[in-house]
């Protein structure tokens, strides 16, 4: 069974430090990867995704990915309350289906 | 505006009634996908759709159907052989190749009593 693995939280984190958020995929031949934020009641929305080894930054947010310990991360800069919410961690799987492989969430608390 | 529309937002039925919920999207993709989340759970594929007039099962396709009939459209049926049909009904859209990013649309509450 592949999987992609997210600790459910709640991470809490004063307003304006960083947020880490950790996931970890088991299919080796996942090449794509995603972070989806998810507020309460609403459906989630694409803010990252990430192909290569590395670090990719996009305004306050930078994924990262290493692929030999399958494992992406994505940190979140100068936490603002409006960041609190679930983040959803998905995989590529390998294979041409274009289906993605989604973790159960982390949920994000930013404390004013 | 370019974008995926699901209706209606919220649904009520009674046990043994079929209903359909609706997906159109008008980003010219050509993947589309259906998905079930339950509270504090993570997203289930229910159907997903790589082409128009095929389809292929998720991981949870008991007790639904689904049709893809044009680009645009990908309805699911929820039918009364599904045991747990209260939940959060996602559809999501993708464009073909490499880059598999999924687009979700705002989603359909269904709840039967």
């Known amino acids: 069974q592949k999987e992609v693995e ?10 304006g430090a960083i947020a880490s958020l950790n996931c970890t995929y088991s299919d080796r031949g996942s090449q794509s990867f995603f972070w989806y934020r998810q507020y309460s009641g609403k459906s989630p929305e694409l803010i990252m995704s990430i192909y290569s080894n590395g670090d990719k930054e996009d ?6 990915l290493n692929k030999a310990s399958q494992y992406v991360s994505l940190l979140i800069r100068d936490s ?3 960041d609190s919410a679930t983040y959803l961690c998905a995989a590529h799987g390998s294979g041409n289906t274009g289906k993605l492989i ?11 | 505006d370019g974008g995926i529309t699901q209706s209606p937002k919220y649904l009520f039925r009674k046990e043994g009634q079929n209903v359909t919920l609706s997906c159109e999207q008008n980003l010219n993709h050509d993947a589309m996908y259906w998905y079930r989340q339950d509270p504090g759970q993570g997203l289930r594929l229910i159907y997903y759709s790589q082409i128009v007039n095929d389809f292929q099962k998720g991981d949870i396709a008991e007790g639904y159907s689904v049709s893809r009939e044009k680009k645009e459209s990908f309805p699911l049926t929820v039918t009364s052989a599904q045991k747990n049909p209260t939940a959060f009904y996602l559809c999501a859209s993708s464009p073909r190749g490499l880059v598999n990013e999924q687009y979700f649309g705002p989603g359909t509450r269904l709840t039967v009593t």
């Open chain 1, 6 to 15: 997210q600790n459910s939280g709640p991470l809490s984190v004063p307003e």
């Open chain 1, 59 to 64: 305004g306050r947010f930078t994924a990262q």
């Open chain 1, 80 to 82: 603002q309350p409006s």
């Open chain 1, 102 to 112: 989604f973790g159960q969430g982390t949920t994000l608390q930013v404390k004013p």
